[in-house]
């Protein structure tokens, strides 16, 4: 037969050629085309199999696999029920412009071509027909279990009939009639039909049964001959009810079978998404994926983690109670790096290195690859429930830690944004800010060099004050950021165990010039209260607040410091009797950046950074700080920090 013409259309362009591989005889005469056709044109060939639930490796198929990647086709292998859809999904979602598949003997009615031209309307398809070889069934049957149950079904059709024959003959040497006996074999055809796993069995002992209540209760006896014609009709009545019965049973078992698998499906997959949703690192899905695959299919397993883009030492996990084995050959951990590579199922009971124990499976999402798992298959196929359950666990597992890693992604973006715009406003509000005292230091300095002699000691003093004022204003901003950027990078604090009075002590001692104009009172706890603490952030924090006093609160005040315990830490509080803070400004004053009046400061010479340091300085010792109007008028500031007993 001639091979079918190629379309110019589709050459006359880059073209991403796709073959479809199987285990038919004629699949190398289909790779051959397209693999030549590939050259002609320039184009990328990439050879498709696709895996079914029941679907086994056989030699034709590894043959054929290793004939397209020797022609240059890059090999993948999906999976799926519906074999042409599958092939279709691959298609549409891979930018393919030809594909080409071979047709059986059986497919006279081209349901393959009719079925593709629907589902790829934009691609060129190119049917290649083959009269030689027979399309066969995507699944077979695993022949020593069909065997062991037709040797099963085959004893329970024998016992049956026997059984129904000894309570015949019960019923033949005593006063029931011949229709009792007939019953009896209905039952027993009822009961084999149900009892077995064919219909076959069923019409089989609707044989027997005419064939043993002839032979042993009809007149003439032992033979088959037949005289009385109501007894045929009896006959066609009983292979027709077995017929029925056997079909009919056929489709409960089935409905049960199906209803039974699907439950437990939706068990197991229920219970490891329910664990999944709970795990928050990588390990933690890793361990219940691993742990949930080894209850449902008894075997052992290795996990293959990814780092620096590769793989990772192995990690085993062992089925409960079995011995452990030696490890993994070194042909396998080959194997492994080859799936993480190619994204795709290799191993035992699959069309690549199937000389493998194991079967290894890539856990991932779209192109992404999270990590790739080896099962010992002990020489046994996976059942079709456990087929999909595994695949479904690693799907869920693969798309949970793709939405990590998405929301990690998504948290570090809004971070950096969050950085960028404190780093902007920081920068706009030092800009801004430090231009005024040194503006004024300037000035006061240029006016010194040029008419000190002409400056009473009044005025030079006033200027010198300035310019202190001045310096102090930005050594503070200064102290301020380079703390601000210490906590930021994480630097480790230098704690050591220190008494609070004293602290406090010598933190007074650096707070602004202006204290003069106010009254500090000291109310310390007399009680010997010693707590684990950077000193220098601290009476930071006690300078930013007694300053903030100083600054907003009106000449004469007073400001009070005090501390006390309180049950397992030490409470410092800081109040004055100022003008107080506004009940909306409260939520908002720890917060970068934030005067009470401007959200932004843009005037004035106030950064707005010493109360959200003070915040970020205590909570990095473990405390807690917080604001607070004092009664009848006045502000206030509590920390508290774990107190060390000694």
Partial sequence: MQEEPIKQSSLSKKSNILVCIS???SNPRVIRIAARNATLTGSSLTALYVRTREGTAS????????LSESLGATFREIY??????AIAEYAGTHDITDLYIGMSGQDRRQTVSKKLTKLLPDIDIHIIPDERSELRPSGIRNQSRKQKYIVTDT??????????TVVSFLFYHSSFSNANIITVYIMAVLVTSILTSEKRFGVLAAVMYILLFNFLFIEPRFTLRVYDPSYMMTYVVSIFAAVLTGTVSAQLKESMKNATDNAYQARVLLNATKLLEKAETEDEFFSITVNQLIQLL????VLFSIADNRLKTPVYHYVKNKTESTGMAESDMEIADWVYKNRTRAGAFTGRFSDSSFQFLAMMTGMEVYGVIAIDMDEREFTEVEQTILLSIIGECSIRMENRRIAIEREKAMILAESERFRANLLRSISHDI?????SISGDAYTLMNSESELSGEERHRIYTDIYDDSMWLINMVENLLSIGKLNEGVKLMKTPEVVED?????????DRHVSEHRIIKNFDHEFLMAEMDTRLIMQVVV??????IKYSQTGSDIVVSDEREGEYVAVRIEDNGPGIADHVIPHIFDSFYTGHNRVVDAGRSLGLGLSLSKSIIEAHGGTIEAYRVKPHGAGFCFRLKIIEI
């Fill in 435 to 439: 231009r005024t005292p040194l503006t």
């Fill in 80 to 85: 799926g029920d519906d074999v042409i859809v």
């Fill in 59 to 66: 030699t034709a198929l590894k043959e054929n696999i290793e």
């Fill in 544 to 549: 930013n607040i007694v300053n903030n006093a």
């Fill in 298 to 301: 008894g075997r052992d397993i």
């Fill in 23 to 25: 285990g038919s005889p």
């Fill in 155 to 164: 004893l329970k059709l024998l016992f049956i009939m026997s059984s129904a």
């Fill in 503 to 511: 602290v406090l002590e010598e933190a007074l001692k650096h707070v």
